[in-house]
């Protein structure tokens, strides 16, 4: 039985790694638009909204890699 469940876990667990691929490719595109860059030049930090789609892309792409290769 556990055999059986395992292939749905490696399903979901690679569309966790691409969803946080993407998550992190959609923030860095955000870092370069123009207020982002406006906003990065005034306080020397990325925006709220770009470090959000970092921190998510990592976390999704972490526990997409753990289920992939759980057994």
């Known amino acids: 039985m556990a055999k059986g469940l395992a292939t749905p876990m490696k399903i979901i667990g690679a569309s966790l790694v691409v969803l ?3 998550l992190a490719i959609w923030g860095y595109q955000l870092s370069g638009s123009v207020g982002s860059q406006l906003t990065a ?3 020397g930090a990325d925006t709220d909204r770009v470090m959000t789609f970092y ?3 990592a ?3 972490v526990i997409g890699i753990y289920l992939t290769n759980k057994k």
């Open 41 to 43: 030049a005034v306080t």
């Open 59 to 61: 976390i999704s792409f």
């Open 55 to 57: 921190i998510a892309g």
């Open 20 to 22: 946080g691929i993407g």
